[in-house]
Nanobody, 118 residues
Framework: QVQLVESGGGLVQPGGSLRLSCAAS????????MGWYRQASGEQRELVAT???????NYADFVKGRFTISRDNAKTAVYLQMNTLKPEDTGVYYC????????????WGQGTQVTVSS
């Protein structure tokens, strides 16, 4: 059964930090790589960071040096440590398997809202 549950979002001031968590079912976690995505209001969903099974990471330019993605294979969980948050980081954050994320109408969890505002 496919299931993704994101948590850890909230309201934070600019410059603050949040740590997001994603609990993934075994089937979806067994893919090649997992990613964190975000969607601002009225915008398309965009890729933020990826991590392979082996731990190799990649980041979008707009979060490099501020965000860190990690995973715990034993817990089938993925995390996103977000530091030095900016108002433009506001949005709903989702995790997903990279392959699933490319499927039209594919499965997505409910996401977790991150709001950066003073």
């Amino acid at each position: 059964q496919v299931q993704l549950v994101e948590s850890g979002g909230g309201l934070v001031q600019p410059g603050g930090s949040l740590r997001l968590s994603c609990a993934a079912s075994g089937s979806i976690f067994s893919g090649y790589a997992m990613g964190w995505y975000r969607q601002a209001s009225g915008e398309q969903r965009e890729l933020v960071a990826t991590i392979t099974k082996g731990g190799s990471t990649n980041y979008a330019d707009f979060v490099k040096g501020r965000f860190t993605i990690s995973r715990d294979n034993a817990k089938t969980a993925v995390y996103l440590q977000m530091n030095t948050l900016k108002p433009e980081d506001t949005g709903v954050y989702y995790c997903n398997d990279l392959a699933m994320a490319t499927i039209q109408g594919g499965y997505w969890g409910q996401g977790t809202q991150v709001t950066v505002s003073s």
